[in-house]
């Protein structure tokens, strides 16, 4: 046994990393997560946390689908705001 213990188990990449959330520090504090994409990783993984490289990589997922959701004029949005 040495440095950091790799006791938790990725969900999505089945890796294992540790997470630090009971030492009050972890990389994914780190992370600006978005609002959204928090609601959608506690449905998809209830109380786990994910390595880091998969949060990095669904964080740029996510900000790509938010600018192209910016740029796409979306025909489907009830409450689109009119200038
Ligand atoms: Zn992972
Ligand atoms: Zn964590």
């Keep these: 046994m040495s440095g950091a213990a790799l006791d938790d188990t990725c969900p999505r990449c089945g890796g294992g990393f540790h997470c630090g959330v009971n ?22 993984y209830p109380g786990r946390c994910l390595c880091v490289s998969c949060l ?20 489907a949005s009830p409450s689109a705001i009119r200038p």
């Design 23 to 44: 030492d009050a520090r972890c990389d994914c504090f780190g992370l600006n997560l978005g609002a959204e994409l928090k609601q959608r990783l506690a449905g998809e």
């Design 56 to 75: 990095k990589a669904l964080q740029e997922e996510d900000e790509a689908a938010l600018r192209r959701r910016e740029t796409t004029p979306t025909a």
